[in-house]
């Protein structure tokens, strides 16, 4: 009677154990997909040159990530397709006395993508991501707002990996 319940502690005790994966995490719908495409993303804003810093940024995080290889499209399972659709400021801390003069902002970039198969097929989206920084002001805004920008591409290049790669 003591070895059967020793036998069933140990069971019970290894059973909660069921639900883990060594390995990828990936997503159902990801399951087969080992390769990625990252195309250099398009630029819908004014803001010059930030699509390449982004393409750059995404293709590090996932390769940081390791749950995808990057290759070429001839050789990939699957395509990220991406648009930089917005980079914002939006004013956060004021000088004191003079509500009209910024110490400063935060930094917003949106950008929105779609993974889709070799041959085409819609996989995933398209899906809004965003990324966020704060700077201080300088005596030049356009040049703290662009030294803050991989900051926000790093944040974004972070949240798209995680959605990619862990499905949330």
């Given at each position: 009677m003591r070895s059967f319940l020793a036998a069933l502690l140990v069971a019970f005790s290894l059973s909660g154990c069921a639900g883990y994966r060594i390995g990828e995490v990936k997503p159902h719908y990801l399951e087969g997909i080992r390769t990625i495409a990252i195309p250099?993303?398009?630029n819908e804003t004014f803001q010059p040159r930030v699509?390449?810093?982004l393409t750059n940024t995404v293709i590090k995080q996932l390769q940081q990530d390791g749950t995808f290889q990057i290759t070429t499209e001839e050789k990939a399972d699957a395509v990220l397709h991406g648009s930089?659709?917005?980079v914002s400021r939006a004013p956060v801390r004021f000088v004191?006395?003079?509500?009209?003069?910024?110490?400063?902002?935060?930094?917003?970039?949106?950008?929105?993508y779609r993974l889709t198969a070799r041959d085409g097929r819609p996989i995933l989206g398209p899906v809004d991501v965003s990324g966020a920084t704060s700077f201080f002001v300088g005596s030049d805004v356009t040049t703290d707002q662009r030294?803050?920008?991989p900051l926000a591409t790093e944040d974004l290049a972070v949240r798209l990996a995680s959605q990619l790669s862990e499905g949330w």
């Open positions: 250099t993303f398009r699509e390449i810093l930089v659709r917005g004191r006395g003079n509500v009209l003069a910024t110490t400063e902002f935060n930094l917003t970039l949106v950008v929105r030294q803050a920008l």
